[in-house]
């Protein structure tokens, strides 16, 4: 009986980190700018596809040497038939090749232009829901996206890189 008694019941641990890439590709109307869609694949700790569905919180603009944003702070959900997992990022260094303000005046091989940049920034797993619930991660992320001045449209292509585990239930 002694020695059931020195029997002690440890908590669940986490899951170890591990490596973690997750790809969205995200299409922007600029008639619809906040609201991002799109879609999105992983692997590593999560190996997965499904459909993104975003929310651009903010962004800081270049003015007064063009129009587009030096900084970006997002929050994409994607999900698939398993759940959903809910990321927030923060994009910084936006670099454009070009974009000017004086190009925008009315000027039309400004609208017949595609616009490219790319930036750079770090991530985090604010929530997940259904399998992803206790979902955690964190980490880098770049990004590279193409503005059609013509259609008013916006692709981004972005990568997290990173570490993420799962706690107990």
């Known amino acids: 009986i002694m020695i059931l008694a020195l029997v002690v019941a440890l908590p669940a641990s986490a899951t170890p980190p591990e490596e973690i890439d997750i790809g969205l590709t995200s299409h922007y109307s600029f008639f619809d700018f906040g609201n991002p869609t799109g879609i999105w694949d992983s692997s590593g700790v999560v190996s997965s596809s499904g459909e993104l569905e975003g929310i651009l919180k903010h962004f800081g603009a270049g003015w007064p040497h063009g129009i587009g944003f030096k900084t970006a702070h997002t929050?994409?959900?994607i999900s698939d038939d398993s759940g959903s997992i809910t990321i927030q990022s923060q994009i910084s260094g936006v670099e454009w090749t070009y974009f000017d303000n004086e190009a925008c005046a009315g000027n039309p091989a400004f609208l017949q232009s595609d616009q490219h940049f790319e930036g750079e920034g770090?991530?985090?797993i604010l929530s997940g829901t259904g399998a992803y619930e206790n979902l955690h991660g964190q980490g880098k992320l770049t990004t590279v996206g193409d503005v059609s001045?013509?259609?008013?449209?916006m692709d981004i292509v972005t990568n997290y890189e990173g570490k993420a585990h799962f706690d107990p239930n």
């Open 75 to 77: 929050i994409d959900v």
């Open 149 to 153: 001045c013509q259609n008013f449209t």
């Open 122 to 124: 770090n991530w985090v």
